[in-house]
C-alpha cells in the first residue's frame, strides 16, 4: 500500500500540472484525468491519478499531521 498526500494544482499546461504540496514545494506532474487550477490530487510516481475535494484534502492533511 502507497500513502499519497494531497497537492493543490496551481496550473495546467496540456497534460502537465504544475502543483504544490503542503510543505510549499512545486513540482510538474502529469495528468491522466482532466484537472484545473485550484483543483486538490493525488498522484503517483509522479501522474495524477485522481481528484479530490477540498474538504477531502484539508481532513487527509490534517491526518497526517496529528490533528
Given at each position: ?31 491522466i484525468i482532466k484537472v ?15 481528484k479530490i475535494g477540498k ?8 491526518l497526517l499531521k496529528g490533528?
Amino acid at each position: 500500500m502507497c500513502l499519497t498526500i494531497p497537492k493543490k494544482v496551481l496550473s495546467v499546461k496540456k497534460n502537465i500540472a504544475v502543483v504544490k504540496n503542503p510543505l510549499g514545494k512545486k513540482q510538474e506532474l502529469k495528468s491522466i484525468i482532466k484537472v484545473r487550477k485550484g483543483d486538490y490530487v493525488l498522484s503517483q510516481q509522479n501522474v495524477i491519478i485522481q481528484k479530490i475535494g477540498k474538504r477531502q484534502a484539508e481532513e487527509l492533511l490534517g491526518l497526517l499531521k496529528g490533528k
